[in-house]
């Protein structure tokens, strides 16, 4: 059974940075690609990042490039999101998600594993 398990979510004010942190069993890690999406209330979620699993190549949301970084730690079985010059609008649950496709992609129907979500508050 494949488990997905964000964490690091947290408030931190405008300007401020943090990192999220995913983990996830059940799968070949080392082969999977990996999504971060985010739902603010009453919005649907959306695409923020996504990364392959060998080069790790990533892509980017045009709201979050040069802002947000995506990286894996392969032997760590861990998927990172580093947050910098965050603003009010970025508060969102964010959620880690993994896919079977053999592809990177923003589009959350492509994804069939997501963690529960872990929230963050940006204060102005």
């Known amino acids: 059974q494949v488990q997905v398990v964000e964490s690091g979510g947290g408030l931190v004010q405008a300007g401020g940075s943090l990192r999220l942190s995913c983990t996830a069993s059940?799968?070949?890690?080392?082969?999977?690609?990996m999504g971060w999406f985010r739902q603010a209330p009453g919005k649907e979620r959306e695409g923020v990042s996504c990364?392959?699993?060998?080069?790790?190549?990533?892509s980017y949301a045009d709201f979050v490039k040069g802002r947000f970084t995506v990286s894996r730690d392969n032997p760590k079985v861990t998927l990172y999101l580093q947050m910098d010059s965050l603003s009010p609008e970025d508060t969102a649950v964010y959620y880690c998600?993994?896919?079977?496709?053999?592809?990177?992609?923003?589009?959350?129907?492509?994804?069939?594993?997501w963690g529960q979500g872990t929230q963050v508050t940006v204060s102005s």
């Open positions: 998600a993994a896919t079977r496709n053999k592809y990177c992609s923003l589009t959350k129907s492509n994804f069939h594993y």
């Open positions: 990364i392959t699993p060998f080069s790790g190549t990533t």
């Open positions: 059940g799968l070949n890690f080392g082969a999977t690609y």
